[in-house]
């Protein structure tokens, strides 16, 4: 009984879910590009010292500032966008609605809850961050 009290009373919440595979940051060194052996200098994907940094950075309330601009997550959560301490809460909300684990298979799982399931799909595409990357090197 209780269940279905809850159930009723408390909003949907869905589900998205991406995986997403990190490239080696070491692909950037220029030796690799004169070597005459390059392709054996580093492999394509990264390993488990660029997942755990991009996993740090994803979880940082630097990607959330970004992401609660980029989506206008306190208009969307009813908060008032117009206030500081609304855009605060809104932050503290995705990271509370946002799971990202390092998989088995050295992958990144990114989970995202929202009452929209649009939204949860839009926050947790990776390749919806590719927009991020030059503000958070700048």
């Known amino acids: 009984v209780a269940t279905a009290v809850l159930s009723a009373v ?28 390059a392709r054996e200098l580093y ?15 994803c979880m940082s309330n630097t990607v959330a500032g970004l992401l609660n601009a980029k989506f206008h997550l306190a208009a969307h959560y009813g908060l008032n966008p117009d206030k500081a301490a609304d855009q605060a809460k809104a932050q503290k909300r ?35 961050a590719k927009p991020f990357a030059g503000s958070l090197n700048g």
């Open 94 to 128: 995705l990271l509370h609605n946002t799971e990202i684990l390092k998989t088995e298979t050295g992958a990144l799982r990114i989970k995202v809850w929202d009452h929209d399931p649009a939204m949860a799909a839009s926050i947790a595409n990776p390749k919806r």
């Open 43 to 57: 492999p394509v994907f990264g390993e488990a010292d660029d997942l755990d940094r991009i996993q740090g950075i």
């Open 10 to 37: 408390l909003p949907s919440q869905y589900l998205s879910v991406a995986t997403a595979i990190p490239s080696n940051a070491r692909l950037t060194d220029a030796n690799r590009l004169t070597a005459q052996d």
